[in-house]
């Protein structure tokens, strides 16, 4: 599984511009805190990158593990934890192929990771993984854009532009295609850099992102040991609709 994940870390290779983009974004995090507030037994974040739930939990004194395969995000994790002067347990690990020597109540992860699971394969690799990391009545938590048909129905290109914290300006052209066939989005970005209305760096980066319809994902669940016991439809809790941008799945495994 790992080769497909390499292939799909282009938007990853700068984990500073990661933490600016996603760094104030915080009703996932608020959502695992209510949750997992009073656990003692170790909690497990998969795909935690760098730390951006992981780290506020372990302040707050809850037990935790990050998993993650991409060794710059997880540098950058592993340099805040130090910071903050937390302890949390890293590991550099493929959440398909998870070999921890403990169990978890509770494992998540969230930031729309599940769509990096692009096989049917993957994603049963997955839910194997965590079936075997979690305690009797564990239960797993994560989300997943949702597919609006009417959204990826054609192609699209678009271009958007923004000044960086180097008081640069930041150009970037996206082009995105929708496969029906594997259900898998997939999305080109070129970035021109300018300074002084100078070019000074360009560069081009992809990623692909599978989606799943509500019901194949809880016959999926079903087939893989788990009980569906919440779909929201954001991490606020919403009524999941046809509409709703996200599908958050919080599941246990079943008795």
Known sequence: MKEIFENNFDKYENPEKYDEMYGNYHEDLLYMME???GME?????????????????????????????HDGMLSRAKQKAAEEHVKIV????DCTQLELPYKSPLIFM???SFQHFLTNESQDSLFQSVKKHLLPNGQFIFDT???ILAELSMDEEYEESYINKDKQIVKEKHYEK???????LYCVTHTDILENKQLIHTKRDSISLRYVFPMELQRLLDILGFELLHLYGSWKKDD????????????????
């Open 35 to 37: 949750y997992a507030n």
């Open 41 to 69: 037994q170790r909690v497990i974040e998969l795909a935690c990158g760098t730390g951006r739930l992981t780290i506020p939990m372990a302040k707050s004194g809850i037990n935790m593990v990050g998993i993650d395969l």
């Open 90 to 93: 890293f590991e550099q690990q």
């Open 110 to 112: 969230t930031g729309n």
């Open 145 to 147: 854009r949702n597919l």
């Open 178 to 184: 929708y496969n029906h066939e594997n259900q898998i």
């Open 240 to 255: 999941f609709t046809k509409d709703s941008i996200s599908m958050v799945v919080h599941c246990r495994l079943k008795q």
